[in-house]
């Protein structure tokens, strides 16, 4: 399934597109049926001993590179803010990350800088404007992710704020909407609303009471979830590799998954 296969799916319907850390977690997932797949740059993060947003360019486009590789579903790239702040800056990396052979990437309005958290707008539309340059460049029909970081940044007005951005970068030429953490239904559901018939991205970080028919119902095209797989597996090393050093048992190992069982799937994979 390919580029063209990817952007029909955002066309109806409502799909999981979960999120990998390396290329081993890729294929498990595949393995799954799930029909595309999404980096997280903080789950990648936290696999090399970086914090989210310290991985540098080109070890993250050859982090992308290898997830597309190891799979045969499209797979949408976390390209956090585009790793510069500069349009012409932006316009040449997603180039770069178009070449690594993703079907969909996003740009999001975080400057990680505490003091400003966000872009001022017209610089955000401006960055957004040269990734969508560099996409219309190629020919190659890859999708562009707007991301509004209202929420992640605690914005004090965050769905109006969202809003106001989201618009913006949906005439500015996003072809996906997404403003990682919102949670309430009715907050979602004015969001779809409000950026329709452009898809919107949510994202799910925890159990927040939401399953995937009850976020169809609200109007969501797609669903991702970010870093909590890779938090997930942490969460289960973290406990057993405590429970060794500091009470010297090996209990948290109980009911963990056979070697063997991992091994039969990644020699089928191949």
Known sequence: MG????RKLHESGCFVIPNPWDAGSARYLQNLGFRALATSSSAFAFSRGFSDGAIPRDMMLQHIRDIVSAVDVPVNADFESGHASDAADIEANVRLCIETGVSGLSIEDRTRDPAKPLYELPLALERLTAARS???????????TARAEC???GHPSPLRESLRRLQAYSEAGADV?????VHRKDEIKTIVSEVSPKPVNVLISSNIGLDVGDLADLGVRR??????LARAAWTGFIHAAELISKQGTFSGLDGIVPAAEINNLFRKAR
């Open 151 to 153: 929420y992640l940044t």
């Open 3 to 6: 580029r063209l296969e990817f």
């Open 134 to 144: 560099a996409i219309d460049a190629s020919g190659t029909g890859v999708l562009l």
């Open 223 to 228: 669903i991702s979830v970010g870093s909590a």
């Open 177 to 181: 909407l997404y403003a990682p953490g």
